[in-house]
Each structure stands twice: as structure tokens, then as C-alpha cells.
Nanobody
Framework: QVQLVESGGGLVQPGGSLTLSCAAS????????MRWYRQAPGKEREFLAG????????IYADSVKGRFTISRDNAKNTVYLQMNSLKPLDTAVYYC?????????WGQGTQVTVSS
């Protein structure tokens, strides 16, 4: 079955960095667009970044552009989100998602807390 498993979350100080990973299985990874989202308490889920199937194209939300970088390793069926210059407002549960045609799959999320 389809599985997306995020990891790499945790507690980080403002200005720090984290790299999230999302390991995929159960589908043909290199056909899917991969995306990262986040959801803070009391807020709607927010799109952060997306990357094409080959990794040759990417797109970012304005809120993270220049600070976050999405990448993928199709040999490892894994997508990453490098997060730099983290702010307390970046505190949220971070989710990866796989999209192909009309299908969209979600991981269970990983908590990122930015606090001193």
C-alpha cells in the first residue's frame, strides 16, 4: 500500500536549520509530483513547496522562498525539505504529499517547533 513517512522534525532555535525527509513506498515514485505542506494549530494546511517528477522544476510559497529548499532522490524514493533561518512562525506539523493525475497521498506528518 502507499506509504509516506516523514522524519527529521524536532525542536530548533530561531535562526536554526532542519532537514525533513519523506520516504515513499507502494507507488511509482518517479511519476509523482511531490509537495510539502504544513499546518499550524488553528490554521489551515498551507502549501510550502513542490517538485516535479524528475526533480528538474520546483515551486515555493512566498512565505518560505529563499529559506526552504525541496529536493528529491528518485533512487531512494525520498523527498527532502531543507529549512534554514527558521522562525517561531514556522512551528507546525509538516506533511509530505504525492500527486499524480487525480490522486493525492499524504504522510502522517512530523512536528517542527521553533523556539528558544
Amino acid at each position: 500500500q502507499v506509504q509516506l513517512v516523514e522524519s527529521g522534525g524536532g525542536l530548533v532555535q530561531p535562526g536554526g536549520s532542519l532537514t525533513l525527509s519523506c520516504a515513499a513506498s507502494g507507488f511509482t515514485f518517479n511519476l509523482y509530483v511531490m509537495r510539502w505542506y504544513r499546518q499550524a494549530p488553528g490554521k489551515e494546511r498551507e502549501f510550502l513547496a513542490g517538485i516535479g517528477p524528475s526533480g528538474g522544476s520546483s515551486i515555493y510559497a512566498d512565505s518560505v522562498k529563499g529559506r526552504f529548499t525541496i529536493s528529491r532522490d528518485n533512487a531512494k524514493n525520498t523527498v527532502y525539505l531543507q529549512m534554514n533561518s527558521l522562525k517561531p512562525l514556522d512551528t507546525a506539523v509538516y506533511y509530505c504529499s504525492a500527486v499524480y493525475g487525480g490522486m493525492q497521498y499524504w504522510g502522517q506528518g512530523t512536528q517542527v517547533t521553533v523556539s528558544s
